[in-house]
C-alpha cells in the first residue's frame, strides 16, 4: 500500500498574510481560535508547553498525532490537564480529575490504532491550574499551577484510565510549583531509563 506522508513544514511566527483577506495575518487566526488560555483545549496544550519549558525546550511545537506530549532525553512524557474553573456555567467549581491515562496509539506503520489500550509513555506530569475563582484565574501566571510527577509504572500499577487529584498527589508524595517542576522530572526520570543508560 502507497502511504500518503505529510510535509514538514516551519512552525508559523504569526505575522504572515493571509492571502486573499487584505490585512489579516496568523495572528488574526489564533486570536479568534485561542481566544484565551482558559478553555479546556488550551488549557491542556498550555500545561504541554509549561512542561516542556520546565524540561528546557527552548522553541516547543506540539505534535498532534504523537500518543505522548513532549520528549525530552529520550524519556517519553505525558501531560495531564484539570482546573477548578471552566468556560461554562457550574453549579460548583469542578472535581480535579484526569483521564485518558491508557489509549489505543496510533502507528504510523500500521496507518491504524493499535488493537489494545497501553500506556503509552515513560513520565506522567499532571497539571492543576488552582484557581477557584474566575476573577482570581490568571492562565499566564506559573505560580497558579502545580504539579504532579509519576513514572509510567506507577500509574499502569493502579490499573485505572482515570485518576484524581488526591490519588496522583498520593501516590507523587506531594505536589510541587513549576519551580521545582524540572528536578522532579529529572529525578522520577530516572526510574524510566533502560538499566545502564545515563542521564546526559
Not at 15 to 35: C, K, Q, S, Y
Not at 166 to 188: C, H, M, N, Q, S
Amino acid at each position: 500500500m502507497s502511504l500518503i506522508e505529510p510535509i514538514d513544514r516551519a512552525p508559523l511566527e504569526g505575522d504572515e498574510a493571509i492571502e486573499g483577506i487584505p490585512g489579516t495575518n496568523v495572528h488574526d487566526f489564533w486570536r479568534f481560535a485561542l481566544p484565551n488560555l482558559q478553555v479546556n483545549t488550551a488549557r491542556g496544550w498550555f500545561a504541554e508547553f509549561l512542561v516542556a519549558k520546565a524540561v528546557g525546550l527552548e522553541r516547543p511545537v506540539r505534535i498532534e498525532w504523537d500518543d505522548h506530549d513532549v520528549v525530552w532525553e529520550g524519556i517519553r512524557i505525558e501531560v495531564k490537564s484539570s482546573g477548578r474553573m471552566q468556560m461554562w456555567v457550574q453549579k460548583k467549581p469542578s472535581d480535579l480529575r484526569f483521564g485518558g491515562l491508557s489509549s489505543r496509539s496510533w502507528t504510523a506503520d500500521a496507518v491504524d490504532y493499535a488493537p489494545e489500550r497501553s500506556y503509552n509513555a515513560d513520565l506522567y506530569v499532571f497539571a492543576v491550574q488552582t484557581s477557584e475563582t474566575h476573577e482570581s484565574y490568571d492562565p499566564l501566571d506559573v505560580d497558579q499551577w502545580r504539579f504532579a510527577v509519576l513514572p509510567v509504572a506507577a500509574v499502569e500499577a493502579t490499573g485505572y484510565r482515570s485518576l484524581s487529584w488526591a490519588a496522583v498527589t498520593r501516590l507523587a508524595g506531594g505536589d510541587i510549583g513549576f519551580a521545582e517542576l524540572r528536578d522532579d522530572i529529572v529525578l522520577k526520570s530516572g526510574r524510566c531509563r533502560p538499566e545502564g543508560e545515563p542521564s546526559t
